[in-house]
């Protein structure tokens, strides 16, 4: 459940989560 006020957390949470699994392949890789 969301409410009004976690929007900012929520897209704090979905930033974080897409830098990790944008920089885990590279960081493999290298």
Do not use: C, F
């Not at 969301?2 to 900012?8: A, F, I, L, R």
């Not at 990790?20 to 392949?25: A, E, G, I, L, Q």
């Amino acid at each position: 459940m969301v409410k009004e006020n976690d929007h900012s957390l929520d897209a704090g949470r979905y930033i974080a989560h897409s830098t990790t699994n944008y920089w885990k392949p590279q960081l493999a890789a290298a």
